[in-house]
Each structure stands twice: as structure tokens, then as C-alpha cells.
């Protein structure tokens, strides 16, 4: 008698979690939220200019370059003409140049005397 009991509550507790775990899987999802409505444009769209600033580490005067560290930023492209800033006073002028590495850049002195810690943008 006491295995027939057994046997039965085992069986009950397995159709038990077999149902709870059915259940489950059927279970409805939520609806996603509406999609905004699209924006009308009238014309094309506005340009944004971003503003890369870069510092100057390293100032070479025998050879009319500098070092400029840009950080986390993305360094501007070879060829890219920079101004040199100064306490907001433009002191110069650099074009990036070879070799970029990471967040360093090399620029050739255009005009000006920049010096390390000068500001570049």
C-alpha cells in the first residue's frame, strides 16, 4: 500500500511540474510600444560640426613639428589644417601629417610658434 502511495504522489508531482512548466511556455509575450511617428523633413538635413581638441605634447623647432594628443577623441585626418590656441588667443597654424598613432598625431608647423600644452583644434 505504502509503495502504490508513493508511486502515486511521485506521479502527481511530476504532472504537477509538468504543467507549471507548460503553463509557462505558453505564457503571451507583450506587445513592442508603437513606433514614434516618422519626422517630416522639408529640406536636408542640418550639418553638425563637431569641435576635435587635441593638446600639444611635444615641440619640435629643428625640424618645424609637433606632437599633438587627441585622448579619447578620433584624431583628424592627414592633410587637415589646425589652429593653434593660446589663453583663446590663436598663437598658429599646423597640418597633420604622418605618422598617426592611436590618439597621437604628428602636424608640420604652418606659422606660429606653438608650444607643449597649447590647445589644437
Given at each position: 500500500?505504502?509503495?502504490?502511495?508513493?508511486?502515486?504522489?511521485?506521479?502527481?508531482?511530476?504532472?504537477t511540474?509538468?504543467?507549471?512548466?507548460?503553463?509557462?511556455?505558453?505564457?503571451?509575450?507583450?506587445?513592442?510600444p508603437?513606433?514614434?511617428?516618422?519626422?517630416?523633413h522639408?529640406?536636408?538635413?542640418?550639418?553638425?560640426?563637431?569641435?576635435?581638441?587635441?593638446?600639444?605634447?611635444?615641440?619640435?623647432?629643428?625640424?618645424?613639428?609637433v606632437?599633438?594628443?587627441?585622448?579619447a577623441?578620433?584624431?583628424?585626418?592627414t592633410?587637415?589644417?589646425?589652429?593653434?590656441?593660446?589663453?583663446?588667443?590663436?598663437?598658429?597654424?599646423?597640418?597633420?601629417?604622418?605618422?598617426?598613432?592611436?590618439?597621437?598625431?604628428?602636424?608640420d608647423?604652418?606659422?606660429?610658434?606653438?608650444?607643449a600644452?597649447?590647445?589644437?583644434?
Amino acid at each position: 500500500m505504502k509503495q502504490i502511495l508513493r508511486c502515486g504522489m511521485s506521479w502527481m508531482l511530476m504532472f504537477t511540474l509538468w504543467a507549471g512548466l507548460g503553463c509557462a511556455n505558453f505564457r503571451k509575450p507583450k506587445p513592442a510600444p508603437p513606433a514614434p511617428p516618422a519626422a517630416k523633413h522639408s529640406g536636408p538635413a542640418p550639418v553638425q560640426f563637431v569641435t576635435i581638441t587635441g593638446k600639444v605634447t611635444l615641440v619640435n623647432k629643428q625640424y618645424a613639428f609637433v606632437v599633438v594628443d587627441f585622448g579619447a577623441q578620433r584624431p583628424p585626418v592627414t592633410g587637415t589644417t589646425l589652429t593653434v590656441r593660446r589663453a583663446n588667443q590663436v598663437v598658429g597654424h599646423v597640418r597633420v601629417t604622418e605618422p598617426v598613432r592611436g590618439r597621437f598625431v604628428t602636424a608640420d608647423i604652418v606659422d606660429g610658434e606653438p608650444r607643449a600644452g597649447d590647445e589644437v583644434r
